[in-house]
């Protein structure tokens, strides 16, 4: 049945999350009443908390933030199991003087922001200041020894060489708890999944097919990649290929693992069940 109020799609702003919307564009979801808007993670989190989307890929930190509002859309995430190329800390000096150091965080995060805390204080037993800043790296290490970007930003700051060390957050997170990291996933309001219910059914749908088609095939997403953001073939290639979309027991256990922490820490109120949209 179609609704007359618009399905509001949130779709990241990032190339990681390109595989789950490549083929979903608003051509093919028009028909389902729904339409892509297009932001940085921090703005999506938001504008789905506030009701202005109906459903939106957010920052992992943000549905737990809100749970209790949203649901989950099953087998989709971005994720990684280990090193991820796009969540990197530029340090001007090394680990062990960061962990006690100043840090500037990017204001476009909620995961990776939290994830570091986590890392800083459970895994390097540091202390360090935090300073939430716009992502220009020059300008936040003018303030602090280390910088975190996430994104397309933060793959530009890697191919950049300003003798900087560069430390992978999804590796260091592998490293402490063995486990692969979920950084994005999708969530429905839930008085939207009611209102909705067959329009999310079908952007669910066009997202799976998206994602199984990129994956199958990555040199369209590699091809336009190097058009819009520059770089290799193989860099994208191999970039594509390291990040994980899909959201199967092992994932959802690393990502409660990451709640965890972050309730113990006080980052989030309390660990929030992870429920799906069915
Ligand atoms: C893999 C990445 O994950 C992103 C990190 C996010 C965050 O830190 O809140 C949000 C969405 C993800 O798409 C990346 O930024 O490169």
Same mark, same amino acid.
Request: with cysteine; hydrophobic share 40%; net charge negative.
């Given at each position: 049945?179609?609704?007359?109020?618009? %399905?509001?799609?949130? =779709?990241?702003?990032?190339?990681?999350?390109?595989?789950?919307? !490549?083929?979903?564009?608003?051509?093919?979801?028009?028909?389902?009443? $729904? *339409?892509?808007?297009?932001?940085?993670?921090?703005?999506?989190? @938001?504008?789905?908390?506030?009701?202005?989307?109906?459903?939106?890929?957010?920052?992992?930190?943000?549905?737990?933030?809100?749970?209790?509002?949203?649901? %989950?859309?099953?087998?989709?995430?971005?994720?990684?199991?280990?090193?991820? *190329?796009?969540?990197?800390?530029?340090?001007?000096?090394? &680990?062990? /003087?960061?962990?006690?150091?100043?840090?500037?965080?990017?204001?476009?995060? $909620?995961?990776?922001?939290?994830?570091?805390?986590?890392?800083?204080?459970?895994? &390097?037993?540091?202390?360090?200041?935090?300073?939430?800043?716009?992502?220009?790296?020059?300008?936040?290490?003018?303030?602090?020894?280390?910088? &975190?970007?996430?994104?397309?930003?933060?793959? !530009?700051?890697?191919?950049?060489?300003?003798?900087?060390?560069?430390?992978?957050?999804?590796?260091?997170?592998? =490293?402490?708890?063995?486990?692969?990291?979920?950084?994005?996933?999708?969530?429905? @309001?839930? /008085?939207? #999944?009611?209102? !909705?219910?067959?329009?999310?059914?079908?952007?669910?749908?066009?997202?799976?097919?998206?994602?199984?088609?990129?994956?199958?095939?990555?040199?369209?997403?590699?091809?336009?990649?190097?058009?819009?953001?520059?770089?290799?073939?193989?860099?994208?290639?191999?970039?594509?290929?390291?990040?994980?979309?899909?959201?199967?027991?092992?994932?959802?256990?690393?990502?409660?693992?990451?709640?965890?922490? #972050?309730?113990? %820490?006080?980052?989030? /109120? =309390? /660990?929030?069940?992870? $429920?799906?949209?069915?």
């Amino acid at each position: 049945m179609r609704n007359e109020v618009p %399905l509001s799609v949130g =779709r990241i702003d990032y190339a990681n999350a390109w595989p789950l919307f !490549h083929y979903a564009t608003n051509d093919v979801l028009a028909p389902h009443g $729904a *339409h892509i808007v297009s932001r940085i993670p921090a703005q999506l989190n @938001r504008a789905l908390m506030d009701g202005e989307l109906a459903m939106s890929a957010v920052s992992s930190f943000a549905y737990a933030y809100n749970a209790d509002q949203y649901m %989950l859309l099953p087998d989709l995430s971005v994720s990684s199991e280990g090193t991820v *190329h796009s969540i990197l800390l530029f340090s001007k000096k090394p &680990l062990d /003087e960061v962990r006690n150091g100043r840090i500037a965080l990017t204001n476009t995060s $909620a995961t990776s922001v939290n994830l570091l805390k986590i890392l800083m204080t459970c895994y &390097l037993e540091g202390n360090p200041s935090y300073e939430t800043m716009e992502p220009d790296l020059d300008r936040m290490l003018e303030h602090a020894d280390a910088a &975190l970007l996430i994104g397309d930003t933060a793959i !530009h700051a890697s191919w950049l060489d300003k003798g900087l060390e560069v430390f992978d957050l999804g590796e260091m997170w592998h =490293r402490f708890t063995g486990y692969g990291m979920t950084y994005a996933v999708v969530a429905v @309001r839930k /008085e939207a #999944a009611s209102e !909705h219910h067959d329009g999310i059914e079908a952007v669910h749908r066009a997202m799976i097919d998206s994602k199984n088609k990129s994956l199958f095939d990555l040199s369209p997403l590699v091809r336009q990649a190097c058009e819009q953001l520059g770089g290799t073939p193989d860099y994208w290639h191999h970039y594509f290929q390291t990040l994980k979309y899909d959201f199967g027991q092992r994932r959802q256990e690393g990502l409660r693992l990451y709640f965890r922490y #972050a309730a113990q %820490l006080g980052l989030l /109120e =309390r /660990e929030p069940e992870l $429920a799906f949209f069915q």
